[in-house]
């Protein structure tokens, strides 16, 4: 999983709070792993870059996007992480199964963030075909993995600002 970053997606670095006091677990899943190892360096590395520390980066690898849900769970119960990033890559095939696996893994991070607490980030290529997905993992359209980073600080600092009591009364 070291090779270089390609394409990052743009995104107002000013706006993004920093990562170095929060914990994070990523799920990569090995289906298509090419495209899912490409999401996995572009968000290890915004992660990094923003402030958060490797060591307190946990990643873990399962057999396909339909496992993510599962093992998000597993690494939450822990406790441990302020966000759960799910990279994966499902790709239109003949049959439908793209949509089940879409659905269930869409459905399951839902799920489990609204129960928790705990922000779960969908970072799933849900491509037609194959260079739609790697347009989207570090080609001409970005790559999503940096997204799902940017999503999972910003989604761990609002939870951390939530937590804490407010400091005025009234309306802002
Ligand atoms: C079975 C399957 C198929 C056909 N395609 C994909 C895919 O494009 N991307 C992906 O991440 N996983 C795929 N899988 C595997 C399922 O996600 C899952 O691992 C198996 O159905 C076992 O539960």
């Not at 990643?59 to 406790?79: C, D, H, N, R």
């Not at 705990?118 to 359209?141: C, M, S, V």
Request: net charge neutral; proline share 3%; aromatic share 8%.
């Amino acid at each position: 999983m070291a090779s270089a970053l390609k394409n990052l997606s743009t995104y107002d670095d000013s706006n993004i709070p920093s990562a170095e006091p929060f914990t994070f677990g990523i799920v990569v899943s090995e289906w298509n792993t090419h495209i899912t190892h490409a999401l996995y360096e572009g968000c290890f590395a915004t992660l990094t870059n923003h402030g958060a520390k490797a060591e307190n980066i946990r990643t873990v690898q399962v057999p396909g996007s339909f496992e993510l849900p599962a093992a998000a769970k597993m690494l939450a119960a822990s406790k441990r992480f302020d966000a759960i990033i799910c990279l994966g890559c499902v790709i239109k095939g003949e049959t439908r199964h793209d949509e089940y696996i879409n659905q269930a893994v869409a459905t399951g991070l839902t799920g489990l963030s609204i129960a928790s607490g705990i922000p779960f980030i969908f970072g799933l290529l849900t491509a037609n075909y194959e260079q739609q997905a790697k347009d989207r993992a570090g080609g001409r359209h970005g790559n999503k993995g940096v997204e799902a980073a940017v999503t999972a600080i910003r989604m761990a600092a609002l939870r951390k600002e939530l937590s804490q009591p407010s400091k005025s009364i009234g309306f802002q």
